[in-house]
């Protein structure tokens, strides 16, 4: 398509010009149509420094097979949009969408989810913390599970923390124990998800923040799915002031694990055949 025009990206009540190929829709330019072997989303918010380089790299290393890098910026007040937008190119074995959600991580995840078209999805960060560790371990699972986490967890992992990001997690993971009853190391992780099954719960999945990856954790467990954590290598702080957790992220974290125990008999509801399907 010759020029540009107005189009509301990913359908919010924001205006601008964007591309054809950029629209927020599904456009396959693979030789051959089909479903995506991967789709990978990644929330970004104000992400403008980082994620040029994220695309990048990102593309550089999916060669083989075919998939899809579903962009979603959730509420940025810096260019980072602009910068989504430039650096979504193509490649014969890639296909970008850059889509706009409501702030917060799990808005942006939902947005994303519901726009994939992948065989499997890949749920990870504008910054890539693990770099491209959990795909790495991924191939090597002969037989994939329902769920990959990239796991803090995991006893090979390798991690430098700050303190208090170190006794975040661990409390975290305690909270998450005794509310929830889970048995998974860190929901908080990367997550590799089948994707039918990904999109048939998503309506489900409504937190609008971090929550978001342990409610799909959590529904994998009580479905009975199998869970596979691998090791990775969790870059240090870039920004450890940021890390800062007040005691109302605390609460709110407590109230959010309740609110999912109340739910838990519908999370163990396998979805319906069709439900969301691509």
Avoid: C
Avoid at 24 to 30: A, E, Q
């Amino acid at each position: 398509m010759q020029g540009t025009r107005d189009n509301s990206v990913a359908g919010y009540g924001w205006r601008s010009r964007i591309r054809r190929h950029e629209l927020p829709r599904r456009v396959l330019t693979f030789d051959q149509a089909g479903q995506p072997d991967l789709s990978v989303v990644i929330p970004v918010y104000n992400g403008e420094r980082i994620l040029a380089a994220t695309m990048a790299r990102l593309s550089g290393y999916l060669t083989s097979g075919t998939s899809e890098i579903i962009i979603v910026e959730n509420g940025s007040s810096d260019k980072t949009l602009e910068v989504a937008l430039k650096h979504a190119v193509d490649t014969p074995n890639v296909t970008f969408q850059v889509l706009q959600s409501q702030k917060g991580m799990g808005n942006a995840y939902r947005r994303g989810i519901e726009a994939s078209s992948g065989s499997r999805v890949l749920l990870t960060a504008d910054d890539l913390p693990f770099g491209t560790d959990d795909l790495d371990e991924d191939k090597k699972l002969q037989t994939k599970p329902h769920v990959v986490i990239g796991s803090k967890a995991h006893k090979d992992s390798i991690t430098e923390r700050s303190l208090i990001r170190g006794i975040t997690t661990f409390g975290f993971k305690t909270l998450r124990q005794v509310i929830l009853g889970s048995k998974v190391g860190d929901s908080q992780g990367t997550l590799i998800v089948d994707g039918d099954w990904l999109r048939s719960m998503v309506d489900r999945f409504d937190d609008p923040g971090f929550l978001f990856s342990t409610q799909v954790v959590y529904a994998a467990e009580k479905q009975g799915f199998k869970i596979v954590e691998v090791p990775v290598t969790l870059a240090p702080d870039d920004e450890p002031g940021e890390t800062t957790i007040r005691t109302a992220d605390v609460v709110k974290m407590f109230k959010g694990l309740v609110a999912m125990r109340r739910r838990r008999s519908e999370f163990a509801v396998a979805p319906s055949a069709g439900t969301h399907a691509s």
